[in-house]
């Protein structure tokens, strides 16, 4: 908001920082309402686990524990989650994980 403490004109501005008119005048009068020119808060569900939560979420699955193992302990913990928000949760988190495979080995007799 600098520009507009310079006292520079509306259209002065837009044209500085190649905008529309109408959203200089949007953003500036964001900023003297909430003094940011963040975005306000939209309506929607809350969160059903917390940060902390969610770390530990994140953790029981770097421990190699399904999604559904993981909510029975989170329920057994107090905290009602669902399966599919164990997933959304890890998903968040950018962490993926496959189960291991398992390798038959060759006996001597197979390798020869």
């Given at each position: 908001?600098?520009l507009?403490e310079?006292?520079?004109?509306?259209?002065?501005?837009?044209?500085?920082?190649?905008?529309?008119?109408q959203t200089?005048?949007?953003?500036?009068?964001?900023y003297?309402?909430?003094?940011?020119v963040?975005?306000?808060?939209?309506p929607?569900?809350?969160?059903k686990?917390?940060?902390?939560?969610?770390?530990?979420?994140?953790?029981?699955?770097?421990?190699?524990?399904?999604?559904?193992?993981i909510?029975?302990?989170?329920?057994?913990?107090?905290v009602?989650?669902e399966?599919h928000?164990?997933?959304?949760?890890?998903?968040?988190?950018?962490?993926f994980?496959?189960?291991?495979?398992?390798?038959?080995?060759?006996?001597?007799?197979?390798?020869?």
């Open positions: 908001m600098f507009s310079q006292k520079k004109k509306v259209a002065t501005i837009a044209q500085e920082v190649n905008c529309q008119r200089v005048t949007e953003v500036y009068n964001r003297k309402e909430t003094g940011t963040d975005d306000r808060p939209r929607g569900r809350k969160r686990t917390t940060s902390t939560q969610d770390k530990k979420i994140i953790k029981k699955a770097r421990q190699r524990k399904s999604a559904p193992k909510a029975q302990e989170m329920t057994n913990e107090g009602l989650i399966e928000t164990v997933r959304r949760r890890v998903k968040e988190e950018k962490f994980f496959l189960p291991r495979k398992k390798i038959q080995r060759l006996s001597k007799a197979e390798k020869s």
